[in-house]
């Protein structure tokens, strides 16, 4: 055997870890499913001729149809950090029960909601459902801290994340047949819905909080992710919350480039997400909103590409080739660079090349995934007992970058066929993408820092104390 190739480690290729890696790459699949359907849903609920003619239709303008789509949003903003306090306090798999099954039930119930309630009630239901998912990022977070092995971190994590984009992929894909089937647009609302309970069930009896908890783990795999994330045998029968230390958090230069890039990420890519289409539509005279296949490859680029890094980054690691930290820049620096240049380039691509800017906009969303391999995995590598608190904050702040970056291209574009005022939406987002980058390169760390246990510190400290004034004694 090569002498840098690693032994594999317990557990196989299908291991508790394995399968709890599978569970949360299902939550997130049905979580983006429920999240996007509206999306897609909308149309026919406003038109009925486009699909199955024999339901309801509702009279929504556009500024009514931007209002309930954006109330998503609202809540899953306000959630973010107390979900990390909450899974880190009371369990990460009771906190995604609750807010998948919560979230079902309120899917499943908004076609009634539209019926009887009108766009209110579908808003107040998004703004709950946006509750309930803020939920899942920060105990995910949570969860990967306790059953990911340090080498396997990157791997995991994006196993879990793809599904994301995948299940994104499977609505856009399944919502046009769904909305035109006997069961017509109600289906969409019914069909990710019922998912999401079934998901409940599952979790509810194959889901664990950690190796600890989990009674049919094998002892060597357990043994495995214990030695490797340091767990001491106090930490595994201790069930008293680590207090979260605020100040430290809050004053630290690794998390807060963390949580630049994070907010610089999401700038850039829901600029990529959203607005690309309309400046095809509008500069380019190519509508790709109409084509379903067009409208899910960005997101089926990324899914596949999520899994062409994660084997590359495995590799990196399996051999030792270059250290961890090296690693979570290198991969944050190709999600974000390639696709920084790929936004220039789409500023200058003519009428006569709109195939070259489909290509530009999959690349660019596909290598984008690269940073599931990079900060998205940082805040478990700099406090794992403070994970899905950190996740809360970043991905809290990131998604009012998600609401703001849209506002300014409002502003910014007043005449939207006009590719000059595009070019500098495209430059904001390109310098947002490179500040955030360098600013992680730079300041970025993998260490665990000396806040994600104050107690142990304390008591460092206090030992430290000890033995200077026995010094100063003698």
Known sequence: ?????????????????????????????????????????????????????????????????????????????????????????????????????????????????????????????????????????????????????VAERGKLSTYCYSGSQFGTVIMLSASGFLASSFLGWPSVFYVSGFAGVFWSILWYFFGGNSPAEFKSISPEEKEFIEKSLNVTNSEKTEKKSVPTPWLEIFTSLPFLSLMIVHCGHNWGFWTLLTKIPTYMKNVLDMDIKQNALLSSLPY????????????????????????????????????????????????????DNVDLAVGLLTIAVGINSATYLGFQVNHIDLAPNHAGVLMGITNGAANIMSIIAPLLVGFVVQDSTDPYQWRLVFFISSAVYLVGNTLFVIFGRTDIQAWNNPTQKQSMDAKEKEIEEGRCQK
């Open 1 to 149: 055997m090569d002498e840098k190739q690693k032994p594999s480690p317990p557990g196989g290729l299908f291991g508790v870890r394995h399968l709890q890696t599978f569970l949360l790459f299902l939550c997130l699949t049905i979580a983006y499913a429920m999240r996007v359907n509206l999306s897609v849903a909308i149309v026919a609920m406003v038109d009925r001729n486009s699909t199955n003619p024999n339901f309801e239709e509702y009279d929504w303008d556009e500024k009514t149809q931007s209002v309930i789509l954006s109330s998503f949003f609202w809540g899953y903003i306000v959630t973010q950090v107390p979900a990390g306090k909450l899974a880190q306090t009371y369990g990460a798999k009771l906190m995604l029960i609750f807010a998948m099954a919560i979230c079902s039930a309120l899917n499943i119930l908004t076609p009634f909601g539209a019926s009887y309630g009108g766009w209110k009630l579908v808003c107040a239901s998004r703004v709950l459902q946006g509750l309930c998912q803020g939920f899942i990022f920060p105990s995910t977070h949570t969860l990967l801290s306790k059953w990911a092995p």
């Open 300 to 351: 089926l680029a990324m899914c596949l590409m999520s899994y062409v890094f994660s084997y590359l980054s495995d590799v990196l690691s399996r051999r030792d080739v270059i250290p961890l930290s090296v690693s979570r820049k290198l991969f944050n620096s190709i999600g974000h660079l390639i696709p920084m240049f790929a936004l220039v380039a789409l500023g200058y691509v003519t009428k």
